[in-house]
């Protein structure tokens, strides 16, 4: 149980150009999902956190216009990286918490997706 | 700022022996720290955690020491599988701070050799 999937698993784009990756729960309600972003070699940073149903809130530095996250379902949340530049180019993570339990912090990671922007 | 760091980027164990992944902290607020393991183009599959109420918790093979003091945990696995190698990630949050939030060391990989 607890399965978390990402698709796409790579992609490349052009410079200039946007990309959407989705995030979904399979296998239960996510009411909270995180997105991170891992350059090599670094740890996993969190770029943002949502909740179903309301804006996701960003960490510091993170450009919320052009990162967009949204998390219209208990299953499905979804970044898009506009007008996506070289230094965009990183591994995105997400995660999934089913837990209404503020003290509860397990969450279920995705396998990733890889953007290449050329 | 890097507040959990992971200062062993590596580490080679022989089968059967003991592996120690260390990860030291520096913000104080930190009270629940988590140990992550990562397999290539996998995501990162929760391990074994601990509250700052505890210096110890243990879960079949593996068991994670903290000292509070120190700002410093570590995981232990015992006896150590090929199968365990991986990148293990620690990871710390703080009650106070937003629900969930977790902020990672670098990992460290652990090679386990038959």
Redesign the interface.
């Known amino acids: 149980g607890a399965v978390?999937s990402?698709h796409p698993?790579w992609v490349i784009c052009k410079s200039g150009t946007s990309v959407k990756i989705e995030c979904r729960s399979l296998d239960f309600q996510a009411t909270?999902m995180?997105w991170?972003r891992q350059f090599p070699?670094?740890?996993?940073?969190?770029m943002a956190?949502s909740n179903e149903g309301s804006k996701a809130?960003y960490e510091q530095g993170v450009e919320k216009d052009k990162f967009l996250i949204n998390h219209a379902s208990l299953t499905l949340s979804t970044l898009t990286v506009t007008s996506a530049h070289p230094e965009d180019s990183s591994f995105y993570?997400c995660?999934a918490?089913e837990d209404f339990d503020?003290?509860?912090?397990?969450?279920?990671?995705?396998?990733?997706t890889r953007l290449t922007v050329t | 700022d890097?507040q959990?760091k992971q200062n062993s980027?590596s580490l080679s164990v022989q089968e059967g022996r003991i592996s120690i992944l260390n990860c030291d902290y520096t913000n104080s607020m930190f009270d629940?720290f988590?140990w992550?393991k990562k397999y290539p183009?996998?995501?990162?599959?929760?391990l074994i955690?601990i509250s700052s109420i505890k210096d110890k918790n243990e879960d079949g093979r593996f068991t994670v020491f903290l000292n509070k003091s120190a700002k410093h945990l570590s995981l232990h696995i015992v006896p150590s599988q090929p199968g365990d190698s991986a990148v293990y990630?620690c990871a710390a949050?703080a009650?106070g701070t937003?629900?969930?939030?977790?902020?990672?060391?670098?990992?460290t990989i652990l090679t386990v050799h038959p």
């Open positions: 978390v990402q698993s909270t995180f991170y070699k670094q740890s996993l940073m969190l956190t809130t993570i995660s918490s503020p003290l509860s912090y397990e969450q279920y990671f995705g396998p990733g | 890097q959990v980027p629940y988590l992550y183009a996998e995501g990162p599959t929760f955690s990630f949050s009650s937003s629900y969930g939030k977790l902020t990672f060391g670098q990992g």
